[in-house]
Protein backbone atom coordinates (compact mmCIF):
# COMPACT_ATOMS: atom_id res chain seq x y z
CA UNK A 1 0.00 0.00 0.00
CA UNK A 2 1.50 3.14 -0.77
CA UNK A 3 -0.58 5.09 2.45
CA UNK A 4 1.07 4.30 4.83
CA UNK A 5 -2.02 5.85 7.38
CA UNK A 6 -4.23 3.47 6.11
CA UNK A 7 -1.97 0.52 6.32
CA UNK A 8 -1.65 1.23 9.84
CA UNK A 9 -4.82 1.75 10.13
CA UNK A 10 -6.06 -1.36 8.83
CA UNK A 11 -3.04 -3.28 10.93
CA UNK A 12 -5.54 -1.52 14.26
CA UNK A 13 -2.38 0.31 15.36
CA UNK A 14 -3.91 3.90 15.22
CA UNK A 15 -6.07 5.28 18.23
CA UNK A 16 -5.91 8.97 17.62
CA UNK A 17 -4.51 11.26 15.36
CA UNK A 18 -4.51 15.46 16.59
CA UNK A 19 -5.04 16.17 12.73
CA UNK A 20 -5.65 13.48 10.76
CA UNK A 21 -5.98 15.25 7.34
CA UNK A 22 -2.71 17.47 7.79
CA UNK A 23 -0.86 13.95 9.06
CA UNK A 24 -2.04 12.03 5.95
CA UNK A 25 -0.65 14.96 3.48
CA UNK A 26 2.72 15.25 5.81
CA UNK A 27 2.94 11.50 5.08
CA UNK A 28 2.35 11.59 1.39
CA UNK A 29 4.60 14.68 0.81
CA UNK A 30 6.78 13.01 3.50
CA UNK A 31 9.86 11.73 4.27
CA UNK A 32 9.15 12.81 7.71
CA UNK A 33 11.18 12.51 10.61
CA UNK A 34 9.27 10.60 13.69
CA UNK A 35 10.07 9.46 17.25
CA UNK A 36 8.79 7.33 19.90
CA UNK A 37 10.39 7.05 23.76
CA UNK A 38 10.98 3.97 25.72
CA UNK A 39 11.15 4.98 29.64
CA UNK A 40 13.60 2.73 31.76
CA UNK A 41 10.35 1.39 33.92
CA UNK A 42 11.74 -2.30 34.41
CA UNK A 43 15.33 -3.37 33.00
CA UNK A 44 13.33 -4.54 29.91
CA UNK A 45 10.55 -3.42 27.00
CA UNK A 46 7.68 -5.54 27.58
CA UNK A 47 4.28 -6.42 25.10
CA UNK A 48 3.08 -2.62 25.08
CA UNK A 49 6.00 -1.13 23.87
CA UNK A 50 6.58 -4.06 21.49
CA UNK A 51 3.50 -2.36 19.62
CA UNK A 52 5.42 0.79 19.45
CA UNK A 53 8.35 -0.46 17.96
CA UNK A 54 6.79 -2.26 15.34
CA UNK A 55 4.71 1.18 14.40
CA UNK A 56 7.65 2.56 13.83
CA UNK A 57 8.97 -0.10 11.84
CA UNK A 58 6.31 0.32 9.21
CA UNK A 59 6.64 3.70 9.15
CA UNK A 60 10.34 3.79 8.53
CA UNK A 61 9.83 0.91 5.64
CA UNK A 62 7.45 3.67 4.09
CA UNK A 63 10.39 5.24 4.02
CA UNK A 64 10.03 7.75 7.01
CA UNK A 65 12.89 8.15 9.24
CA UNK A 66 12.76 7.39 12.53
CA UNK A 67 14.70 8.14 15.85
CA UNK A 68 13.93 5.71 19.00
CA UNK A 69 14.37 7.92 21.73
CA UNK A 70 15.65 6.19 25.63
CA UNK A 71 14.43 8.07 28.80
CA UNK A 72 17.50 8.77 30.74
CA UNK A 73 16.40 11.86 32.00
CA UNK A 74 12.53 11.15 32.23
CA UNK A 75 13.04 7.39 33.48
CA UNK A 76 14.62 9.63 36.67
CA UNK A 77 11.15 11.63 37.53
CA UNK A 78 8.47 8.87 36.88
CA UNK A 79 5.83 9.02 34.25
CA UNK A 80 2.46 9.87 36.44
CA UNK A 81 0.37 6.71 36.81
CA UNK A 82 -3.11 7.12 37.90
CA UNK A 83 -3.07 4.92 40.80
CA UNK A 84 -0.10 5.98 42.50
CA UNK A 85 3.38 7.57 42.69
CA UNK A 86 6.11 5.47 41.26
CA UNK A 87 9.17 4.69 43.66
CA UNK A 88 12.03 6.59 42.14
CA UNK A 89 15.02 3.99 41.50
CA UNK A 90 18.64 5.18 41.47
CA UNK A 91 20.67 7.17 39.02
CA UNK A 92 22.67 4.04 38.84
CA UNK A 93 20.26 1.60 38.49
CA UNK A 94 18.22 3.56 35.48
CA UNK A 95 21.26 4.14 33.77
CA UNK A 96 21.94 0.41 33.77
CA UNK A 97 18.09 -0.45 32.68
CA UNK A 98 18.61 2.13 29.57
CA UNK A 99 21.70 0.42 28.39
CA UNK A 100 19.60 -2.53 28.19
CA UNK A 101 16.64 -1.08 26.52
CA UNK A 102 18.84 0.50 24.40
CA UNK A 103 20.14 -2.90 22.55
CA UNK A 104 16.50 -3.66 22.73
CA UNK A 105 15.41 -0.50 20.33
CA UNK A 106 18.54 -1.13 18.30
CA UNK A 107 17.98 -4.76 17.47
CA UNK A 108 13.58 -4.34 16.25
CA UNK A 109 14.73 -1.30 14.90
CA UNK A 110 17.74 -2.12 13.18
CA UNK A 111 17.64 -1.65 9.27
CA UNK A 112 20.21 -2.99 6.11
CA UNK A 113 17.34 -1.27 3.49
CA UNK A 114 19.48 2.04 3.74
CA UNK A 115 17.12 3.94 5.70
CA UNK A 116 18.67 3.92 9.15
CA UNK A 117 17.13 4.29 12.48
CA UNK A 118 18.86 7.30 14.55
CA UNK A 119 18.90 6.44 18.74
CA UNK A 120 18.83 8.91 21.16
CA UNK A 121 18.81 9.88 24.83
CA UNK A 122 17.27 12.47 26.56
CA UNK A 123 19.59 12.36 29.26
CA UNK A 124 21.84 14.27 26.84
CA UNK A 125 20.10 17.26 26.60
CA UNK A 126 18.36 17.84 29.74
CA UNK A 127 21.37 17.27 32.15
CA UNK A 128 23.09 19.56 30.91
CA UNK A 129 20.19 22.54 31.40
CA UNK A 130 19.56 24.07 35.13
CA UNK A 131 16.73 24.21 37.47
CA UNK A 132 16.24 27.96 36.64
CA UNK A 133 17.40 27.65 32.86
CA UNK A 134 14.30 24.90 33.02
CA UNK A 135 11.61 27.10 34.89
CA UNK A 136 12.71 29.98 32.36
CA UNK A 137 12.76 28.90 29.39
CA UNK A 138 9.98 25.72 29.28
CA UNK A 139 7.93 26.11 32.69
CA UNK A 140 6.64 29.35 31.56
CA UNK A 141 5.26 28.23 28.19
CA UNK A 142 3.04 25.80 30.52
CA UNK A 143 -0.41 26.78 32.11
CA UNK A 144 -1.08 24.75 34.84
CA UNK A 145 -5.13 24.64 34.57
CA UNK A 146 -4.37 22.65 31.14
CA UNK A 147 -1.38 20.74 32.75
CA UNK A 148 -3.85 19.51 35.97
CA UNK A 149 -6.64 18.36 32.98
CA UNK A 150 -4.23 15.60 31.58
CA UNK A 151 -5.99 12.24 32.52
CA UNK A 152 -3.51 10.75 35.09
CA UNK A 153 -2.76 13.93 36.66
CA UNK A 154 -6.61 14.85 37.06
CA UNK A 155 -7.09 11.04 38.59
CA UNK A 156 -4.14 11.47 40.89
CA UNK A 157 -5.68 14.58 42.36
CA UNK A 158 -8.87 13.18 42.96
CA UNK A 159 -7.46 10.59 45.01
CA UNK A 160 -6.13 10.47 48.93
CA UNK A 161 -2.39 10.11 47.58
CA UNK A 162 -2.55 13.15 45.39
CA UNK A 163 1.15 13.62 43.05
CA UNK A 164 4.10 14.87 43.71
CA UNK A 165 5.23 18.33 41.94
CA UNK A 166 8.45 15.49 40.59
CA UNK A 167 5.64 13.53 38.50
CA UNK A 168 3.68 16.73 38.18
CA UNK A 169 6.48 18.04 35.72
CA UNK A 170 6.63 14.92 33.58
CA UNK A 171 4.65 16.39 31.11
CA UNK A 172 7.68 19.34 30.83
CA UNK A 173 10.15 16.67 29.93
CA UNK A 174 8.60 14.80 27.56
CA UNK A 175 7.23 18.08 25.64
CA UNK A 176 10.82 19.36 25.53
CA UNK A 177 11.94 15.85 24.23
CA UNK A 178 9.65 16.82 20.80
CA UNK A 179 10.67 20.71 20.99
CA UNK A 180 14.65 19.25 21.08
CA UNK A 181 14.12 16.71 18.25
CA UNK A 182 11.91 19.08 16.29
CA UNK A 183 15.24 21.57 16.64
CA UNK A 184 17.58 18.94 15.62
CA UNK A 185 16.26 16.49 13.39
CA UNK A 186 12.93 18.07 12.09
CA UNK A 187 10.90 15.91 13.96
CA UNK A 188 6.75 16.40 13.04
CA UNK A 189 5.62 13.15 14.09
CA UNK A 190 5.57 11.75 18.21
CA UNK A 191 4.15 8.12 18.56
CA UNK A 192 2.81 6.63 21.64
CA UNK A 193 0.29 4.32 23.38
CA UNK A 194 -3.20 5.90 23.78
CA UNK A 195 -3.33 6.53 27.81
CA UNK A 196 -0.30 9.01 26.83
CA UNK A 197 -1.89 11.19 24.92
CA UNK A 198 -1.86 14.26 27.35
CA UNK A 199 1.73 14.03 27.77
CA UNK A 200 2.26 13.35 24.04
CA UNK A 201 0.21 16.79 23.17
CA UNK A 202 2.42 18.30 25.84
CA UNK A 203 4.61 18.70 23.06
CA UNK A 204 2.63 19.37 20.08
CA UNK A 205 1.34 22.69 22.07
CA UNK A 206 5.22 23.64 23.44
CA UNK A 207 6.68 23.45 19.45
CA UNK A 208 3.79 25.39 18.71
CA UNK A 209 3.95 28.24 20.92
CA UNK A 210 7.83 28.07 21.04
CA UNK A 211 8.39 27.49 17.45
CA UNK A 212 4.87 28.42 15.85
CA UNK A 213 5.40 25.21 13.64
CA UNK A 214 2.11 22.28 13.37
CA UNK A 215 3.27 18.98 14.21
CA UNK A 216 1.88 15.73 14.74
CA UNK A 217 0.92 13.19 17.94
CA UNK A 218 -0.25 9.41 16.41
CA UNK A 219 -1.37 6.66 19.49
CA UNK A 220 -2.04 3.43 19.28
CA UNK A 221 -4.50 1.41 20.62
CA UNK A 222 -4.60 -0.32 23.84
CA UNK A 223 -4.68 -4.24 22.90
CA UNK A 224 -7.15 -6.17 24.95
CA UNK A 225 -8.97 -9.80 24.33
CA UNK A 226 -12.35 -10.84 23.93
CA UNK A 227 -13.26 -10.46 27.44
CA UNK A 228 -11.90 -7.01 27.74
CA UNK A 229 -8.67 -8.34 29.12
CA UNK A 230 -5.56 -6.27 28.72
CA UNK A 231 -3.21 -8.58 26.10
CA UNK A 232 0.63 -8.45 27.75
CA UNK A 233 0.17 -10.85 30.87
CA UNK A 234 0.99 -13.69 31.06
CA UNK A 235 0.33 -15.80 34.70
CA UNK A 236 0.50 -12.50 36.15
CA UNK A 237 3.47 -11.30 35.09
CA UNK A 238 4.29 -8.94 31.75
CA UNK A 239 5.70 -10.38 28.36
CA UNK A 240 8.70 -9.10 28.83
CA UNK A 241 11.48 -8.92 25.54
CA UNK A 242 14.34 -9.72 27.45
CA UNK A 243 14.67 -13.15 27.49
CA UNK A 244 16.28 -13.42 31.08
CA UNK A 245 12.60 -12.24 32.17
CA UNK A 246 10.26 -14.09 30.15
CA UNK A 247 12.32 -17.25 27.99
CA UNK A 248 12.31 -17.25 24.19
CA UNK A 249 10.18 -20.55 25.02
CA UNK A 250 7.27 -19.02 27.74
CA UNK A 251 7.17 -15.77 25.23
CA UNK A 252 6.64 -18.54 22.10
CA UNK A 253 3.99 -19.85 24.13
CA UNK A 254 2.17 -16.75 25.25
CA UNK A 255 1.68 -16.41 21.34
CA UNK A 256 0.59 -20.11 20.69
CA UNK A 257 -2.04 -19.94 23.45
CA UNK A 258 -3.79 -16.67 22.03
CA UNK A 259 -7.82 -17.67 21.40
CA UNK A 260 -9.03 -18.03 18.45
CA UNK A 261 -11.35 -14.30 18.66
CA UNK A 262 -7.97 -12.59 18.52
CA UNK A 263 -5.51 -14.45 16.74
CA UNK A 264 -6.23 -12.38 13.25
CA UNK A 265 -5.76 -9.41 15.13
CA UNK A 266 -2.80 -9.56 16.73
CA UNK A 267 -1.82 -11.17 12.97
CA UNK A 268 -2.60 -7.60 12.29
CA UNK A 269 -0.47 -5.23 14.93
CA UNK A 270 2.54 -7.79 15.10
CA UNK A 271 3.30 -9.03 11.83
CA UNK A 272 4.45 -8.51 8.53
CA UNK A 273 2.38 -10.53 6.98
CA UNK A 274 -0.14 -9.14 4.14
CA UNK A 275 -3.57 -8.66 3.79
CA UNK A 276 -4.06 -11.72 1.43
CA UNK A 277 -1.92 -14.22 3.90
CA UNK A 278 -4.16 -12.77 6.79
CA UNK A 279 -7.59 -13.23 5.18
CA UNK A 280 -6.09 -17.10 4.47
CA UNK A 281 -5.47 -17.65 8.02
CA UNK A 282 -8.39 -15.96 9.08
CA UNK A 283 -10.59 -18.64 6.68
CA UNK A 284 -8.29 -21.24 8.39
CA UNK A 285 -9.41 -20.62 12.14
CA UNK A 286 -12.92 -20.18 10.82
CA UNK A 287 -12.73 -23.59 9.04
CA UNK A 288 -9.98 -25.72 10.98
CA UNK A 289 -9.37 -24.20 14.31
CA UNK A 290 -8.28 -27.12 16.03
CA UNK A 291 -5.11 -26.91 13.88
CA UNK A 292 -4.17 -23.39 15.21
CA UNK A 293 -2.28 -22.40 12.33
CA UNK A 294 -2.73 -18.62 12.79
CA UNK A 295 -1.24 -19.05 16.38
CA UNK A 296 1.86 -21.14 15.23
CA UNK A 297 2.32 -18.33 12.49
CA UNK A 298 1.85 -15.52 14.74
CA UNK A 299 4.33 -17.01 17.64
CA UNK A 300 6.67 -17.85 14.96
CA UNK A 301 6.73 -14.23 13.56
CA UNK A 302 6.59 -12.74 17.11
CA UNK A 303 9.62 -14.74 18.04
CA UNK A 304 11.53 -14.62 15.33
CA UNK A 305 11.38 -10.37 15.33
CA UNK A 306 12.23 -10.31 19.00
CA UNK A 307 14.61 -13.45 19.78
CA UNK A 308 15.88 -14.39 16.04
CA UNK A 309 15.36 -17.63 14.11
CA UNK A 310 17.81 -19.40 15.98
CA UNK A 311 15.26 -19.13 19.28
CA UNK A 312 12.67 -19.60 17.67
CA UNK A 313 13.25 -23.10 15.64
CA UNK A 314 14.56 -24.21 18.90
CA UNK A 315 11.44 -23.42 21.26
CA UNK A 316 9.25 -24.73 18.02
CA UNK A 317 11.70 -28.14 18.43
CA UNK A 318 10.99 -27.89 22.24
CA UNK A 319 7.26 -27.77 22.27
CA UNK A 320 7.26 -30.74 19.58
CA UNK A 321 9.82 -32.79 22.11
CA UNK A 322 7.03 -32.11 24.98
CA UNK A 323 4.44 -33.64 22.78
CA UNK A 324 6.09 -36.72 21.72
CA UNK A 325 6.76 -35.35 18.45
CA UNK A 326 10.42 -35.19 18.32
CA UNK A 327 13.96 -35.69 20.73
CA UNK A 328 13.45 -34.46 23.52
CA UNK A 329 17.33 -35.91 24.34
CA UNK A 330 18.14 -33.40 21.54
CA UNK A 331 17.32 -30.14 23.41
CA UNK A 332 19.85 -27.71 24.42
CA UNK A 333 20.18 -27.02 28.01
CA UNK A 334 18.59 -24.03 28.27
CA UNK A 335 16.00 -24.52 25.75
CA UNK A 336 15.13 -27.71 27.94
CA UNK A 337 15.02 -25.85 31.00
CA UNK A 338 13.05 -23.10 29.87
CA UNK A 339 10.82 -25.49 28.53
CA UNK A 340 10.21 -27.74 31.74
CA UNK A 341 10.18 -24.41 33.75
CA UNK A 342 6.38 -24.28 34.09
CA UNK A 343 5.76 -28.12 34.34
CA UNK A 344 4.72 -28.99 37.59
CA UNK A 345 7.28 -31.67 39.23
CA UNK A 346 9.49 -32.23 42.01
CA UNK A 347 12.67 -33.74 43.07
CA UNK A 348 14.34 -36.26 41.84
CA UNK A 349 17.44 -38.49 41.73
CA UNK A 350 19.02 -41.65 39.85
CA UNK A 351 17.92 -44.55 41.68
CA UNK A 352 14.48 -43.64 42.26
CA UNK A 353 11.88 -46.26 41.02
CA UNK A 354 9.24 -44.61 37.94
CA UNK A 355 6.64 -45.85 40.34
CA UNK A 356 7.72 -43.89 43.00
CA UNK A 357 9.04 -41.26 40.49
CA UNK A 358 5.42 -40.81 39.20
CA UNK A 359 3.79 -40.35 42.65
CA UNK A 360 6.28 -38.00 43.31
CA UNK A 361 5.77 -35.31 40.65
CA UNK A 362 2.12 -35.67 41.56
CA UNK A 363 1.17 -37.63 37.62
CA UNK A 364 -0.53 -40.40 40.06
CA UNK A 365 -1.98 -40.45 43.77
CA UNK A 366 -0.55 -43.40 44.64
CA UNK A 367 2.47 -46.34 43.98
CA UNK A 368 -0.68 -48.80 42.83
CA UNK A 369 -1.91 -46.10 40.65
CA UNK A 370 1.70 -46.01 39.28
CA UNK A 371 1.96 -49.73 38.64
CA UNK A 372 -1.30 -49.69 36.71
CA UNK A 373 -0.19 -47.26 34.38
CA UNK A 374 3.05 -48.78 33.40
CA UNK A 375 1.14 -52.22 33.21
CA UNK A 376 -1.44 -50.52 30.69
CA UNK A 377 1.70 -48.68 28.77
CA UNK A 378 0.45 -44.97 29.95
CA UNK A 379 3.69 -44.07 31.42
CA UNK A 380 7.15 -42.99 29.70
CA UNK A 381 10.24 -41.42 30.49
CA UNK A 382 11.60 -39.00 28.28
CA UNK A 383 8.61 -39.69 25.82
CA UNK A 384 10.02 -43.64 25.71
CA UNK A 385 7.16 -45.87 27.36
CA UNK A 386 7.86 -47.74 30.50
CA UNK A 387 5.83 -50.66 31.40
CA UNK A 388 7.96 -52.35 34.03
CA UNK A 389 7.17 -51.77 37.62
CA UNK A 390 10.72 -52.41 38.76
CA UNK A 391 12.29 -50.19 36.28
CA UNK A 392 14.81 -47.49 37.64
CA UNK A 393 16.24 -44.06 36.63
CA UNK A 394 19.50 -43.68 35.72
CA UNK A 395 21.61 -40.70 35.25
CA UNK A 396 21.58 -40.79 31.50
CA UNK A 397 18.21 -40.09 32.12
CA UNK A 398 18.20 -37.00 33.74
CA UNK A 399 19.12 -34.71 30.57
CA UNK A 400 21.98 -32.24 30.97
CA UNK A 401 22.27 -33.72 34.24
CA UNK A 402 18.75 -31.75 35.70
CA UNK A 403 15.77 -33.34 34.28
CA UNK A 404 13.47 -36.02 33.57
CA UNK A 405 10.37 -35.68 32.02
CA UNK A 406 7.33 -38.08 32.65
CA UNK A 407 4.31 -38.26 31.41
CA UNK A 408 0.89 -40.49 32.15
CA UNK A 409 -1.19 -40.59 29.10
CA UNK A 410 -0.50 -38.57 26.09
CA UNK A 411 -1.13 -35.00 27.79
CA UNK A 412 -0.12 -35.09 31.21
CA UNK A 413 3.05 -34.60 32.10
CA UNK A 414 5.76 -33.17 34.85
CA UNK A 415 9.44 -32.88 35.03
CA UNK A 416 11.71 -34.63 37.96
CA UNK A 417 14.82 -32.31 38.33
CA UNK A 418 17.69 -33.40 40.17
CA UNK A 419 18.50 -31.73 43.92
CA UNK A 420 20.58 -28.31 42.99
CA UNK A 421 24.31 -29.44 44.45
Excluded at 25 to 32: F, H, T
Excluded at 305 to 326: M, R
Aim: hydrophobic fraction near 40%.
Amino acid sequence: MTDILDELQWRGLVAQTTDEAELRQALEDGPITVYCGFDPTAPSLHFGNLVQLIALRHLQRAGHRVIGLVGGSTGLVGDPRPSSERVLKSKEQTAADVERIAVQVRAILSDDSGNPPIFVNNLDWTAPISALDFLRDYGKHFRVNQMIKKDAVAARLNSDQGISYTEFSYQILQALDYLELYRQYGCTLQTGGQDQWGNLTAGVDLIGRVEGASVHVLTTPLLTDSSGEKFGKSAGNAVWLDPSMTSPYAFYQYWINVEDASVVKLLKVFTDRTRDEIVGLERQVAEEPFRRTAQRTLAADVTTLVHGPEATAAVQAASEALFGKGDIAALDRETLLDATAELPGGELSPGDTVVDALVSVGLVASRNEARRALKEGGASVNNAKVSDPEAVLGEQDFLHGRVVLLKRGRKSMAAGRMPEA
